[in-house]
């Protein structure tokens, strides 16, 4: 029970590295909603600034209002330098509750003393739900909010509504922790649904590549606009794959098949988009130069000349590589007919040098 409640805290019931797998996601709805209501405060504390010059009721206010719009303007300004760190809309979110509840505690302490509680009650009850963050943090700034109201209420109100309050502050804080607390493991679930969806949607389960779906995508969308001049394909076949399964097994193919997967990775991983488009085919997708590309090629040489299985001693993958600067009259689908024609040359020269007929694999 201690290690459940402490993973609810922290990681909405998740695993810390699931929880941290979603953080992206967090981060984004966040930042989008974030966006949103503090535009909105903005906007409502400019026109309190304009009326408050009209009015003689609102002229007393017009400090608040001041300091909302400022406060408005500085987690806008926060959400800007979120692109560097995502600790920045974390901050704006506090920032963000800890002005409305300054707003609240003003109604139900500063103006209207002997007035019920009923504003800061419903923002307590809202405000914590619309963001998404560890619950031990919104649980805390909910708990701080209610230490406050009591302390300043038993400075301002007597009798019957201070203790009224007092039950009430406590009683809905208790739910605003709770209700928080469930809308953010609800939330965190989905997020983490969401992603697994995409995942499995997107990655070839074998190699852990991006599968074909993720190509036809990629392809559509190089195939109506300008490619460009470094854009390249690299067509990759793993060699001998048949005569493997046929002798050792379908699970020395796939040792295979992950063993090419693994050189890819490696190799272009971090420069590009690699795709297993079939049964032992794989694609990559890169911007790279022809000094570039040549590195690139002797370092994916050497990977797989290094690769050891457990089945399988070695391996053997033939390539081809079109691009651009090469075919600039060419679009996506030239491109890739050309990787493909230089492909199975270089598999029609391994096979002959080896001596191998070609018929049989």
């Not at 809905?172 to 922790?177: A, C, E, G, K, R």
């Not at 995942?199 to 599968?211: I, V």
């Not at 795709?275 to 694609?283: K, L, S």
Request: proline share 1%.
């Amino acid at each position: 029970m201690k290690m459940i409640s402490k993973n609810v805290l922290f990681s909405s019931g998740l695993s810390e590295t699931d929880y941290n797998a979603i953080k992206p996601r967090i981060y984004k709805d966040n930042k989008q909603k974030l966006i949103i209501f503090s535009t909105i405060a903005m906007t409502f504390f400019a026109i309190m600034i304009f009326v408050s010059f009209v009015s003689s009721v609102m002229a007393n206010n017009r400090y608040i209002y001041v300091i909302g719009t400022l406060i408005s303007m500085t987690i806008l300004a926060l959400i800007k330098f979120s692109k560097k760190s995502e600790k920045f809309v974390v901050i704006g979110i506090y920032i963000f509750i800890a002005l409305l509840f300054a707003v609240g505690l003003g109604m139900a302490i500063g103006t209207t003393p002997d007035e019920r509680t009923v504003t800061l009650i419903a923002l307590m009850l809202v405000a914590p739900t619309v963001f998404n963050d560890r619950p031990i943090r919104m649980i805390s700034c909910i708990g701080i909010t209610m230490v406050i109201f009591i302390v300043a209420a038993l400075r301002t109100k007597t009798g019957a509504v201070l203790e009224s309050d007092i039950v009430n502050m406590v009683v809905y804080s208790i739910l605003s922790m709770v209700s928080s607390t469930y809308m953010t493991i609800v939330k965190c679930e989905r997020h983490f649904i969401e992603q697994k969806v995409e995942y499995l949607s997107q990655t070839d389960l074998l190699t852990g590549l991006y599968n074909r779906n993720v190509f036809l995508e990629l392809a559509e969308k190089y195939n109506q606009r300008k490619l460009p001049r470094d854009f390249t394909i690299i067509y990759f076949d793993v060699n001998e794959l048949k005569r493997t399964n046929d002798n050792l097994g379908h699970e020395a193919g796939d040792e295979l098949i992950k063993g090419a997967a693994e050189c890819i990775r490696k190799t272009f991983g971090e420069i590009g988009y690699c795709c297993r488009t079939g049964g032992d085919e794989f694609i990559v997708l890169a911007e790279v130069g022809k000094e570039q590309l040549t590195e690139l090629s002797r370092n994916f040489d050497e990977a797989m000349e290094a690769w050891r299985g457990n089945v399988v001693e070695c391996l053997h993958v033939s390539y081809g590589c079109a691009s651009v600067y090469e075919f600039s009259e060419m679009n996506f689908l030239g491109l890739k007919k050309e990787a493909d024609v230089r492909l199975y040359k270089n598999k029609a020269m391994y096979y002959k040098m080896n001596g191998i007929d070609r018929r049989s694999q």
